[in-house]
T-cell receptor, first 113, second 114 residues
Framework: EAQVTQNPRYLITVTGKKLTVTCSQNMNHEYMSWYRQDPGLGLRQIYYSMNVEVTDKGDVPEGYKVSRKEKRNFPLILESPSPNQTSLYFC????????????FGPGTRLTVL | SQKIEQNSEALNIQEGKTATLTCNYTNYSPAYLQWYRQDPGRGPVFLLLIRENEKEKRKERLKVTFDTTLKQSLFHITASQPADSATYLCALDMYTNSGYALNFGKGTSLLVTP
């Protein structure tokens, strides 16, 4: 089944404890991206990747890192999480960028205490 | 700055009626505009994509229009059903220094009552 998977789905952590949210797609998509969604603010793009080893900042990249070493994986790294990073995170992928439909993962609900 | 505006108030309509949702944008020149559906706590699901040179696109009960002069897209659901109740998001491509990013509006919540 064609899908985007994220892990973990739920995470409660403490300030400053490094964490990684994994994202994987099995559709051989070139474009992958990360969004966070907050009440009243909507979906905001954190980082995106046009292809392997090509990444760029979205609207809200501060406090996040990404890497794209393999086509199928696009992990989101929070080196030192803070409470303002408490949010619902979505990974998405598409065949070739924003001119194609985006396939979203199920979301990761992160709480930073 | 670039801005995408969708009706912030929820839209309540009766089953069987046509729902019309609006997406307005400023300081964009998108080549593509997309509409997504999102249910609570779940990821958005793609519905329709329309190109700047297309005025209208249809898919089953859904219809999207794209007016680049007015900088507006309208999203219609005909013969609406309670199962259509969800939040609907529009998204526009934006060119950056290293490629295209996709920006979403905040969405409009639709409630269809029997």
């Amino acid at each position: 089944e064609a899908q985007v998977t994220q892990n973990p789905r739920y995470l409660i952590t403490v300030t400053g404890k490094k964490l990684t949210v994994t994202c994987s797609q099995n559709m051989n998509h070139e474009y992958m991206s990360w969004y966070r969604q907050d009440p009243g603010l909507g979906l905001r793009q954190i980082y995106y990747s046009m292809n392997v080893e090509v990444t760029d900042k979205g609207d809200v990249p501060e406090g996040y890192k990404v890497s794209r070493k393999e086509k199928r994986n696009f992990p989101l790294i929070l080196e030192s999480p803070s409470p303002n990073q408490t949010s619902l995170y979505f990974c998405a992928s598409s065949l070739a960028g924003v001119t194609h439909e985006q396939f979203f993962g199920p979301g990761t609900r992160l709480t930073v205490l | 700055s670039q801005k995408i505006e969708q009706n912030s108030e929820a839209l309540n309509i009766q089953e069987g009626k046509t729902a019309t949702l609006t997406c307005n944008y400023t300081n964009y020149s998108p080549a593509y505009l997309q509409w997504y559906r999102q249910d609570p706590g779940r990821g958005p699901v793609f519905l329709l994509l329309i190109r700047e040179n297309e005025k209208e696109k249809r898919k089953e009960r859904l219809k999207v229009t794209f007016d680049t002069t007015l900088k507006q897209s309208l999203f219609h659901i005909t013969a609406s059903q309670p199962a259509d109740s969800a939040t609907y998001l529009c998204a526009l491509d934006m060119y950056t220094n290293s490629g295209y990013a996709l920006n979403f509006g905040k969405g409009t919540s639709l409630l269809v009552t029997p």
